[in-house]
């Protein structure tokens, strides 16, 4: 079966910066689409960045240019930058991949990370 890990989080002041991982793991023939989600408390969960096979990455407005998502296809791996970090961004923050198995045929299915909490505050 497939598992998820994302890990980095932490309290940090604002201005700061962090690094999120999230690494996948299991009987995995292709990852597709990669991403990253945050729920804030009383929030609906959005979508904070998301990076293609091809390297192709679409942010969310609030985020732009100060959070850089990316990949590393080999150790199936996503990870997300945040910079300039403000009180707005805390959150929990959860990994989410497309990924394709192969057991006795292929099978893609979306999977998420346990989620890992980002605390921005002074």
């Known amino acids: 079966q497939v598992h998820l890990v994302d890990s980095g989080g932490g309290l940090v002041q604002p201005g700061g910066s962090l690094r999120l991982s999230c690494a996948a793991s299991g009987n995995i023939y292709r990852i597709n689409n990669m991403s990253w989600y945050r729920q804030a408390p009383g929030k609906e969960r959005e979508l904070v960045a998301a990076?293609?096979?091809?390297?192709?990455?679409n942010y969310a407005d609030a985020v732009k240019g100060r959070f850089t998502i990316s990949r590393d296809n080999a150790k199936n791996t996503v990870y997300l930058q945040m910079n300039s970090l403000k009180s707005e961004d805390t959150a929990v923050y959860y990994c989410?991949?497309?990924?394709?198995?192969?057991?006795?045929?292929?099978?893609?299915?979306?999977?998420w990370g346990q989620g890992t909490q980002v605390t921005v505050s002074s």
């Open positions: 989410n991949a497309y990924i394709v198995v192969y057991t006795t045929k292929f099978s893609g299915s979306n999977y």
């Open positions: 990076i293609a096979l091809s390297g192709n990455t």
